[in-house]
C-alpha cells in the first residue's frame, strides 16, 4: 500500500501528529480534573475568607448576596435560618456532606457565629473528557491535513534529484549519453547520492568507451591476423600447386623435379614457421596475466644473459639488413630465467626496430649488482611521449596502415612487457631524441 518514499514518509508524519494529538488531549483532561478541582476549593477558601471580613459590616441578608458567585452555592445559617443570594449564582448546587458528587465547605465566623455554608459541583472527568474530545479531533484532522500537503509538496521539492535520477538513468538505457545532474548542494545527503551517481555514470560511460575501443582493436586484430596468415598460407598454397602440377606434367628431369620438391619444402616450412608464430603470438596474448605467465609458460634456469644477448642479436643481424651494434655486452652475467622467453623479448624488441630504423639499430647493455639492463634504441621517427605506455597495450598500433605495412600485428610489445614482469622486470619506452628507444631490466641472481 505505502510503496514509495514520499508515502511512507507522509503516512508516518501522519501517524506521528495523530499519536501526538491522542497524548495531548488525553494529558490535558487527566490534567484538567484535578486542576479545576484544586480551583474550586481555592474559590471556596476565598469565598470564606470574604465572608470573615465582612461579617460585622453587613447584615446576614445583605451578605449572602456579597458572597454570591456564579457557579457556587451559598447559604448562611442563622439562628437555624438559612439564607440564601437573592442574586443567585449561575446554579445552586445542593449543600450535602455525603454527597460525592460535590465539594462543600461549612465555616462558623468567629464573630457573628454565622454558619456559612459554601458549595460546588465537582468536576464531571468524563463529561471533561468528552468536550475535549470534541475540540481536539477536529483540531487534529485539520492540522492532520494541513501537515499532509505542506509534506507532499516538501516532498515534491526534497525529492526532486531523485526524479531527476531516475529520468537520466531512463534517458541512458534508451541511448542518451553524456547527461548529468546538476548538483546544487553536495553537501547535502542527496547531494552527495547525487555526485556519487554522477562520478558511476563517468565510470560507466569510459568503461564502454574503452570496450568499444578494446572491440575495434580486437576486430582490427582479425583483419591483421587475416592479413598476416593470409601471406604464408597462399604462398605454400601456390609453391604445393606448383609443385603438383610439375610433376603431373613430367616434362623436368629427375634432378629438376627434386631441386623444385627441395625449393617447395623450404617455402612451406619457412611459411609454416611464420603462420605458427603469428598463431603463438595470439595464443599467448589471450593469457598476459603476469601471475599466470610466471607459473605455466616460464620456466627458469641460471643462465649467463649476455651470452644470450650476444647470440640473439648475431642471430638478427644475419637476417636484417640493417645494422646491429651491440656494446657492453662482454664478459658474465648471471640471472635466474627461461632463455626462450628472455630471447622472445629481445627479438621482439630488435623487430619492432627494424620496422622502424632508417639505417642502425643499437643495443647495450648495463650492469649493476641489482640489474641488468638491456637498451635497444634505432633511428626511425620514435614514439609520441603521450603514446609511450599505451604501445603496451595489446592491439594497439600507432599508426595502423604503417603498421601493417611493416608487418606488425600490435602484440609483440604487450608480449615482452608481460613477460619482462613475468620474471621480476620491467619493459619501458624511454625518451629519446634519435628514435625509439626501449629498455629491459631484469634483476641479477644473487
Not at 14 to 28: G, K, Q, R, Y
Not at 100 to 120: C, D, E, F, M, N
Amino acid at each position: 500500500m505505502f510503496r514509495s518514499l514520499r508515502s511512507r514518509v507522509i503516512f508516518t508524519a501522519l501517524a506521528a501528529v495523530a499519536l501526538a494529538a491522542v497524548v495531548v488531549t488525553t494529558t490535558i483532561a487527566l490534567a484538567l480534573g484535578p486542576l479545576l478541582h484544586q480551583n474550586q476549593r481555592a474559590q471556596i477558601n476565598q469565598i470564606l475568607s470574604k465572608a470573615a471580613r465582612l461579617e460585622t459590616t453587613l447584615s446576614t441578608d445583605k451578605l449572602a448576596d456579597r458572597l454570591s458567585v456564579p457557579g457556587f452555592s451559598v447559604v448562611i445559617t442563622k439562628d437555624g435560618e438559612d439564607i440564601y443570594s437573592k442574586l443567585a449564582g449561575t446554579y445552586v448546587v445542593k449543600t450535602t456532606d455525603n454527597d460525592g458528587r460535590y465539594i462543600t465547605v461549612i465555616a462558623v465566623l468567629p464573630k457573628t457565629g454565622v454558619t456559612v455554608t459554601v458549595s460546588a459541583l465537582k468536576p464531571d472527568q468524563t463529561a471533561l473528557f468528552i468536550q475535549i474530545l470534541q475540540i481536539g479531533i477536529p483540531a487534529t484532522l485539520l492540522v492532520m491535513l494541513l501537515v499532509a500537503l505542506a509534506l507532499r509538496r516538501a516532498m515534491q521539492v526534497a525529492l526532486r534529484p531523485l526524479d531527476d535520477m531516475t529520468s537520466l538513468a531512463t534517458n541512458i538505457a534508451e541511448g542518451g549519453r553524456g547527461g548529468r545532474l546538476e548538483v546544487n548542494d553536495p553537501n547535502t545527503e542527496l547531494g552527495r547520492t547525487a555526485v556519487a551517481f554522477d562520478l558511476m555514470l563517468d565510470s560507466l560511460e569510459d568503461s564502454l568507451t574503452r570496450t568499444q575501443a578494446a572491440e575495434n582493436r580486437l576486430r582490427q586484430l582479425c583483419a591483421d591476423v587475416a592479413h598476416e596468415l593470409r601471406s604464408p598460407i597462399s604462398s605454400m598454397v601456390a609453391a604445393a600447386d606448383n609443385l603438383i602440377r610439375d610433376l603431373s606434367l613430367t616434362k623436368r628431369s629427375a634432378g629438376a623435379q627434386r631441386a623444385l620438391a627441395e625449393e617447395t619444402m623450404m617455402t612451406v616450412v619457412r611459411d609454416g614457421r611464420r603462420a605458427s608464430r603469428i598463431v603463438g603470438d595470439l595464443t599467448l596474448a589471450a593469457q598476459l596475466d603476469v601471475q599466470e605467465l610466471a607459473k605455466h609458460e616460464v620456466h627458469k634456469e641460471s643462465i649467463d644473459v649476455k651470452q644470450l644477448i650476444r647470440e640473439t642479436v648475431a642471430g638478427f643481424a644475419r637476417t636484417c639488413e640493417f645494422e646491429s651494434v651491440l656494446s657492453g655486452a662482454e664478459g658474465t652475467t648471471m640471472i635466474d630465467a627461461d632463455p626462450v622467453r628472455i630471447q622472445q623479448v629481445i627479438n621482439n624488441l630488435l623487430t619492432n626496430a627494424k620496422r622502424w630504423t632508417k639505417s642502425q639499430i643499437d643495443v647495450a647493455v648495463e650492469t649493476s649488482e641489482q640489474f641488468i639492463t638491456v637498451l635497444v634504441t634505432d633511428d626511425g621517427p620514435g614514439v609520441p611521449a603521450d603514446q609511450r605506455e599505451n604501445i603496451f597495450g595489446r592491439f594497439v598500433r600507432l599508426d595502423t596502415d604503417r603498421a601493417r605495412s611493416k608487418g606488425g600485428s600490435g602484440l609483440g610489445l604487450s608480449i615482452s612487457r608481460a613477460l619482462a614482469e613475468a620474471h621480476g622486470g620491467t619493459l619501458l619506452c624511454l625518451p629519446s631524441t634519435k628514435g625509439a628507444r626501449f629498455q629491459l631490466r631484469l634483476p641479477v641472481s644473487a
